[in-house]
């Protein structure tokens, strides 16, 4: 298995454009959540998923970011209008409810920077 | 609100010597606590992990502590090597679903 991909791996927009980062979760994983990481705040958790459905999106900073995931292998998250303060590496993991203890699998990240 | 918190938020140790990293909860309805190692333009990756009803758990070098009463555990890094370096993040899940809550993260440095 190639574990978590996310694309793109970097990403620089100017302020106002949309920004969507993708996630491919390992085949099989029925969560799938969203973190991001700055060097003040560390590692937050977005929006989580369990079998494709949001359990918990109170880690979502504002309405110009959205979350969906269509289908058990997809995911992708949207802020729409982009500012600067959202740079940060995002990072997509997933996980399998039928193994415990619990392993999150964390892909490489989107860096991104919003200019 | 921070659920888990971690300390120090860096640190620098000499080859040989004694990595100890704490982190502390509050939520009871914790279950299982794992340790992330983080390098550089990298994601997290699970190193070690323990649940509540063992004290200590030990994989080679790296060891977790863990005192249920005082809701602090501490990942302790034996004979401490340059290629530790990295960021260390302690993490909970809760018991009502799969989440893993993180502490604030330590960079940690190992001097040859």
């Known amino acids: 298995d190639a574990g978590v991909i996310q694309s793109p791996r970097h990403e620089v927009t100017e302020m106002g454009q949309e920004v969507t980062l993708r996630c491919k979760p390992i085949s099989g994983h029925d969560y799938l959540f969203w973190y991001r990481q700055t060097m003040m705040r560390g590692l937050e958790l977005l929006i989580y998923f369990n079998n494709n459905v949001p359990i918990d999106d109170s880690g979502m900073p504002e309405d110009r970011f959205s979350a969906k995931m269509p289908n058990a292998s997809f995911s992708t998250l949207k802020i729409q209008p982009s500012e600067p303060r959202d740079s940060a590496v995002y990072f997509c993991?997933?996980?399998?409810?039928?193994?415990?203890?619990?392993?999150?699998?964390f892909g490489q990240g989107t860096r991104l920077t919003v200019v | 609100q921070q659920q888990v918190k971690q300390s120090p938020q860096s640190l620098i140790v000499q080859k040989g010597g004694i990595s100890i990293i704490n982190c502390a909860y509050e939520n009871t309805a914790f279950d299982y606590f794992p340790w992330y190692q983080q390098f550089p333009g990298k994601g997290p990756a699970l190193l070690i992990a323990?649940?509540?009803?063992?004290s200590e758990k030990k994989e080679g070098r790296f060891t977790i502590s863990f005192n249920k009463s005082a809701k602090q555990f501490s990942l302790h890094i034996m004979d401490s090597q340059p290629g530790d370096s990295a960021t260390y993040f302690c993490?909970?899940?809760?018991?009502?679903?799969?989440?893993?809550?993180f502490g604030g993260g330590t960079r940690l440095m190992v001097k040859p």
């Open positions: 323990i649940r509540p009803d063992v």
């Open positions: 993991a997933s996980s399998s409810e039928q193994v415990f203890p619990t392993e999150a699998f």
């Open positions: 993490a909970a899940r809760n018991n009502a679903g799969n989440m893993l809550t």
